[in-house]
């Protein structure tokens, strides 16, 4: 009698999954695809599968990349909009609502701008394009601020409201222009970078560039034909006089007086700032401020390669996987009980035998456990601590 079974021509050929065995479905994308779209269409089609799939079959996904994508974005809205409330506010403090709402659209303006142009030439936004902008927010305004609080002083000063919205911007007009030419000569020699850290690094000054060029257009040609219409016209209240009367103070109380002994005594005030200068360089070869020009980021997956001698049987090479394991559950388990308002620290395991990219082999000696992790924004714990602290329990174990 012949008994005859179905089973993989190598045993060691087997992934494993949250201890199930699985198959492992890697899925990418090309240039010109959106990578949220794509991870909305994957989820809609497991769910659909996932409901006319056999009892007992599972459909999930791990290691998804997107969730870095979806951080990007949110740290990019969240610092736009606090960058267009502050401005908001800070002009409201001084001139009218009309007024400064106008400044505050110089943000969205330039944001929009900026990404119609990038279309034009072939750009997405992704991890380094989206870099870019972050940047920008920080510098988007200045020119911005500084038109119209000059064109808001001309018309104080009597001028109408054309002539003060023209002979404010062109009295401002080579400052803000020397300004741009400034960060301009600073980052522009990254565009022209080579080799592999060239095609990371150099996304990020053309985008900066594009966005900075797209406010100063707003700044001169769209920002004074709206301030030209606005009124300045403030109603008083007990707030803002309050706040004027202290910014005011503090202007003439400690700005004015520092200013003039500075310009009193030239040699002193370019001697003092050349010492700050000095000690602050001073700083990074001392090792009081560490600098690192491509710092690690934080992974969302945590590696273990398994390299036992040649020769070694699978079910040694599953004890070691099990030992591996074990300690992860371990440091997980103790995670929750010292953080129990977080999240668990381990969404997921996987267990891929007969693979190690370490090594240029092949057989069942070879294993690599990856655990998916919480995302780095909501982790109460750094990767290095994680990956040190999983080596130490690691080796201790009777291998």
Known sequence: MLLFSEEFTLAEDKILFNGERVALLEVSKNYNQDSLKIRDVIQTLLEKEQAIAPEGLSLN??????????????ILTSNGLQGLALVFLVMWA????????WVAMGLPVSFLGSIFVMNLLGYSLNMMTMVGLIVAIGLLMDDSLVIAENIATKRQSGMSTINASIQGTKEVFPGVIA???TTMIIIGPLMFLSGKMGDILRYIPIILLITLLV?????????????????LNTPSNKVRTWFIQLFEGLRDK????????????PYLSLGSLLMVVLI????????????????????????????????SLLNQTEE???????????????????????EPLLNSHSVLYNVNVDALESGPHLATVSADLLPAQYR?????????????RSVQLPM
């Open 179 to 181: 300004s741009f030419a």
């Open 320 to 342: 070691a996987v099990d030992k591996i394991t074990a300690t992860l559950f371990e440091i997980n388990s103790e995670y929750q009980a010292r953080f129990p308002d977080s």
């Open 94 to 101: 001084f001139f009218n609502i009309r007024f400064s709402f």
């Open 61 to 74: 996904i791990t290691q998804d990349v997107s969730v870095n994508i979806k951080e990007r974005l949110r």
């Open 280 to 311: 602050s360089s001073a700083t990074i070869p001392s090792g009081l401020l560490k600098f690192k020009a491509m710092p690690s980021l934080e992974s969302d997956t945590l590696q273990a390669r398994v390299f036992l001698p040649q020769g």
């Open 215 to 231: 406010s100063l257009i707003e700044a001169f040609f769209i920002l004074p034909a709206h301030l030209s219409h606005s009124h």
């Open 254 to 265: 400690f700005i004015l007086p520092i200013a003039r002994k500075a310009m009193k005594s």
């Open 380 to 392: 109460k714990v750094s990767i290095k601590a994680l990956i040190q602290d999983w080596k130490k």
